[in-house]
């Protein structure tokens, strides 16, 4: 599914810095309320359009919703091509994303916030679109990372190539909410001490010594 899928051709028309306006207004509510309480006539008023128009580009508030999350998507697909697309190891293909995570959470915490409350939706149907939309790119690029390491001699070939990039993104994922939403910081403080969130080197060599373990 492309994000041309999501709006009107009209909002494809419009210049790039109006339409990352929106997305950004967009972004910002339904990370702040989540997608049931989050007002259209909000995301209108922060994008500096009006109601009208905004219903113009998107047929509803669902499908701005899925157009900003495959937005932010498409920009995560084009980070993970280049860090992977190297001929570095899997391990350090693996540091280049932790740390791109460590630097992205901090600075992106809406969107992350976002993704969270994605990760939570009530409504299966909603629930379903949105993990083909957020999963589908994260699952083809780390299971191509992992069959190339696997060829290449550096990770061990009994390895579920599939099973482990889901676990790989499972680690990343609890990654991003940590630096990024309240309770998962908490939750990380209590598992490795008040100090962890501020240690980036530490959290990045214990996650690739886990990684070496396991793959090795």
């Known amino acids: 599914m492309s994000l041309q ?7 494809g028309h419009l210049p790039t810095e109006k339409q990352l306006r929106i997305f950004r207004a967009a972004a ?6 989540g997608f049931d309480s989050a007002k259209m006539n909000t995301i209108a008023y922060g994008a500096d359009v009006s109601v009208g128009s905004l219903y113009q580009y998107f047929e509803n508030k669902q499908a701005l919703y899925l157009a900003v999350i495959h937005n932010s998507i498409a920009e995560m697909e084009e980070l993970l091509d280049t860090l992977l ?7 350090l293909k693996a540091e ?3 740390r791109e995570i460590q630097r992205f959470s901090r600075k992106e915490r809406l ?3 976002l993704y969270q409350g994605a990760t939570a939706q009530n409504d299966p149907h909603l629930a379903a679109q949105l993990a083909a939309e957020i999963e589908s790119v994260t699952a083809r690029i780390y299971r191509q990372a992992i069959q190339e390491a696997q060829a290449a001699g550096e990770i061990r070939r009994d390895i579920d190539a599939d099973f482990a990039a889901y676990m790989l993104n499972s680690f990343f994922m609890a990654l991003q909410f940590s630096y990024s939403c309240e309770y998962h910081a908490e939750r990380l403080r209590i598992y490795a001490g008040t100090s962890a969130l501020e ?4 959290v990045v060599e214990q996650v690739l ?3 070496k373990s396991a793959l090795r």
């Open 5 to 11: 899928d999501h709006h009107s051709p009209t909002f």
């Open 28 to 33: 910002e509510e339904f990370a702040l309320r």
């Open 85 to 91: 697309h190297t001929d570095a190891d899997i391990l």
């Open 96 to 98: 280049r994303i932790l």
């Open 111 to 113: 969107l992350i916030k």
């Open 199 to 202: 240690r980036d080197d530490f």
């Open 209 to 211: 010594n886990f990684f």
